[in-house]
Nanobody, 122 residues
Framework: QVQLVESGGGSVQAGGSLRLSCAAN????????LGWFRQVPGKEREGVAA????????YYADSVKGRFTISQDNAKNTLYLQMNSLKPEDSAMYYC???????????????WGQGTQVTVSS
């Protein structure tokens, strides 16, 4: 059974950093690529980053490339999203996700957690 539990969201000023964590289980991390997407109420979901099962490759949306880093600790079955140089437009609910049915670059996922809110003030 897929398990994804996010933590680490919060409020930060523009230019600051946050690290999101996602506690998964071995079932999830061994079978699926993992990733993050974000959503603002009233707007379309936006894929942010993805990482191949086991951590073998990554892909980022252009909007976060160079600022965000996705990583995976296989021993802890935990996914991370390090977010640096945050901008107000990065404010959203961030969801940890698993399964990439259309491939890593599509940034579309089959499963996701409950989400954690990130708010960046100017």
């Amino acid at each position: 059974q897929v398990q994804l539990v996010e933590s680490g969201g919060g409020s930060v000023q523009a230019g600051g950093s946050l690290r999101l964590s996602c506690a998964a289980n071995r079932y999830t991390t061994s079978r699926y690529c993992l990733g993050w997407f974000r959503q603002v109420p009233g707007k379309e979901r936006e894929g942010v980053a993805a990482i191949r099962a086991g951590g073998g490759g990554t892909y980022y949306a252009d909007s976060v490339k160079g600022r965000f880093t996705i990583s995976q600790d296989n021993a802890k079955n935990t996914l991370y999203l390090q977010m640096n140089s945050l901008k107000p437009e990065d404010s959203a609910m961030y969801y940890c996700a698993a399964s990439c049915p259309r491939g890593l670059e599509a940034l579309r996922f089959g499963y996701w957690g409950q989400g954690t809110q990130v708010t960046v003030s100017s």
